[in-house]
């Protein structure tokens, strides 16, 4: 199975381009309250 | 539609999954008038990391990095009431209610196979692989919405989703 990550853990930081060129990272977000939604065009 | 769940010290990251690129995601970014940054995964590799095989989701993260709500399928921001949840949670940290229960399929590689073949030029290999691993995980909607994406470009690309062409694929057993 496919584990999903624990509430209360930290979110992986993972790095990915925006639509505008920037790399970003859920650490830029530090400080802040963050929503992140995933979504496709499918 | 993202006015209402505005704040101060909040703010929303949008990741589009989609295999084929930006240019795909962005006229859907640039219609939703969004104010916030759009990233793309185009490897999918954000589903490995957080265990998912179904979209739209939404994880809440506090001001520290902690996950404090998480949903797999079904988070469509368009509801108003995953909208509620939302500005609950910037202006007072809080989730109202219980966090649904995540959910995890069977491990494969297939999605990242089939989409190897398919950067390598080889269609049909791809939808293929994606084939079998949809028969061995029938929920993993990322594997067959893209294999439907890819292979009915019409009814993806050119305007609207065609959803009612989506629920009679289902419904038929594709």
Same mark, same amino acid.
């Given at each position: 199975? !496919? ?15 925006? =639509? ?16 992140? +939604?995933?979504?496709? $065009?499918? | ?37 759009? !990233?793309?995964?185009?490897? &999918? ?45 910037? $202006? $007072?940290?809080? !989730? ?14 297939? +999605?990242?196979?089939?989409? &190897? ?9 791809? =939808? ?7 028969? =061995? ?32 694929? !289902?419904?038929?057993?594709?």
């Amino acid at each position: 199975m !496919v584990a999903n990550i624990p509430y209360g853990s930290p979110v992986p930081d993972f790095e990915l381009r925006s =639509l505008s060129g920037e790399m970003v990272k859920p650490s830029d977000y530090r400080g802040k309250r963050l929503a992140i +939604f995933f979504w496709a $065009s499918w | 539609m993202y006015a209402d769940m505005k704040s101060k010290n909040a703010d929303i990251l949008s990741i589009a999954v989609d295999l084929q690129g930006p240019e795909k995601s962005r006229p859907y970014h640039d219609g939703a008038g969004a104010e916030f940054t759009t !990233v793309v995964d185009e490897e &999918n590799a954000l589903a490995r990391i957080f265990g998912y095989r179904a979209i739209p989701n939404g994880i809440l993260i506090d001001e520290q990095g902690n996950i404090q709500f998480q949903q797999y399928g079904g988070f469509d921001i368009k509801n108003s009431e995953t909208r509620a949840l939302v500005s609950a949670f910037f $202006s $007072s940290g809080e !989730v109202a209610g219980e966090s649904p229960v995540a959910v995890g399929g069977p491990a494969s590689d297939h +999605f990242e196979r089939g989409l &190897n073949l398919y950067r390598s030029g080889d269609t049909d290999g791809a =939808l293929t692989v994606w084939r079998e691993g949809i028969a =061995l995980d029938p929920e993993n909607w990322n594997m067959r919405k893209q294999l439907w994406a890819i292979e009915n470009p019409d009814k993806f690309y050119s305007g609207k989703v065609d959803y009612k062409w989506q629920r009679e694929q !289902v419904e038929q057993g594709q």
